[in-house]
């Protein structure tokens, strides 16, 4: 890679971390919520949230999700900064996703590129996923959020490592299926990182 396209790189994550911010603040505002109501209600630390509106913190999908449920949002509406269709206008029936479009977010361990983010009222959340963690010790804790989660391995093999002690691994087109709600994290197992289609649901 070259010097300048490493600095592009660089800087796609923190461009991406504060378009996000914006989008979150001004979803907050145009409901009238402090950020001590958002943090009540998501369950996020308020100086998490304030961080998040500041693009000032990398944080995992399970933030971001709990800041949509609390605002009453698809998750992809605060990735996705594309205006809603107008009042009274018909629902698409189908729409085309070309992964390297798609809005972009880092969290360090996982990058992520969301899918269908125009599709009104999605019960799904597909995404787009490149594991870069290595090992266990590069996450402050499990992440878990509410529904349940479906994982395909597209490049690369995964472990996926559970709070209840369980480890998988997951090679090349194979997948798994489980309850979110339980702690669990994904790490990549070869000399590049994994590349993976990742279908959340609610």
């Not at 402090?34 to 000032?56: D, F, H, N, P, Y």
């Not at 933030?63 to 629902?91: C, E, H, I, N, Y």
């Not at 996703?97 to 009222?121: C, E, H, K, Q």
């Not at 209840?164 to 339980?182: K, L, N, P």
């Amino acid at each position: 890679m070259s010097a300048r396209n490493a600095r592009i790189h660089a800087a796609a994550p923190e461009a991406d971390r504060v378009q996000l911010g914006l989008r979150l603040r001004e979803h907050r505002k145009a409901r009238q919520l402090t950020l001590k109501a958002l943090s009540a209600r998501s369950g996020v630390a308020l100086s998490t949230l304030s961080k998040m509106e500041l693009g000032q913190t990398s944080v995992g999908y399970e933030k971001v999700a709990a800041a949509a449920r609390a605002l009453s949002l698809d998750v992809g509406q605060l990735f996705d900064g594309r205006a809603p269709a107008p009042a009274g206008a018909a629902a698409p029936s189908v729409v085309w996703s070309p992964v390297g479009a798609g809005p972009a977010y880092s969290s360090g361990n996982y990058d992520y590129r969301m899918l269908a983010t125009d599709f009104p009222g999605k019960r799904m959340t597909p995404l787009h996923g490149r594991i870069v963690a290595r090992e266990r010790g590069q996450f402050p804790d499990f992440i878990h959020h509410p529904g349940q989660e479906f994982v395909m391995v597209l490049s690369g093999r995964v472990r996926i490592e559970f709070e209840t002690g369980e480890i998988i691994e997951v090679g090349r087109h194979e997948s798994a299926y489980f309850d979110s709600g339980i702690g669990h994290i994904y790490v990549s197992l070869g000399r590049t990182d994994a590349q993976v289609l990742v279908v959340m649901s609610e």
